[in-house]
């Protein structure tokens, strides 16, 4: 992480958010996905070094439920509406009338409902890790995850994407137990038509190999203006560091006015 960062705290609802804050310049606010934290999916992928040598201010938040925030066990203190007014939160905190907002995988859900409810808050958006499977409710089984973070252990689990998401989640050191109240509470389905009139510029960057997400292509022709970057011979959890990601986004963030 870069020397000058700075950590803090701030309350959303109920809700107390951690996030760190580095670099100075145009700000762009980092939201991580499920069962990761700011730290793994943003300064260890070297995400905030590549953004601060940009000149750019790299602003990332812990999700409620994640890392260094309020861990909540109620599902409905989890739907991605209330997860995208954190972010909101976190610009009101830090007194910016508006930023570049990139999320990956949940937390590009939570952008996506940050851009439909406040898109004046948003210079632009980058949605990582996502694909036409955002649309529609298609997917993921929320509670398939939910029973794998509560099984036993990972010996107990039978299903591949739970068995997956529960050893993520152990490796980032996560309360499971929050973590199933999440995935339940957050899976809100997005229609077409929602998609249709968002009215923020949007990039959309997903693996070619993303069996998770499903087709980049397919979401972003879905969204007025959105941009396609597919990340070549990657899949869901290996495509968040990679230098076709890094490079596509600090281009499409210079072509911004």
Known sequence: MTQDSKTGTFASGDAEIAYLDAGDGAPIVLVHGFASTKETNWVAPGWVDALTRAGRRAIALDNRGHGASTKLYDPAAYHSALMADDVRALLDH????R????????GARN???LAMANPERMRSGVLGGVGIRLVGGVGLSPDTIAQGLEAPSL???SDPSAHQFRSFAEQTRSDLRALAACIRGSRQPLERNQLAHIAVPILVATGTKDTVAGSGEQLAALIPGAQ??????REHMLAVGDKVFKAGV????AGRP
Do not use: K, N, Q
């Open 250 to 253: 600090l281009e499409f963030l």
């Open 94 to 97: 830090l007194r910016l009338p």
């Open 155 to 157: 010996a107990d689990i």
């Open 111 to 113: 952008t996506t409902f």
């Open 228 to 233: 396609s970057l597919p990340i070549p011979d």
């Open 99 to 106: 930023a570049d907002v990139m999320g990956y995988s949940m």
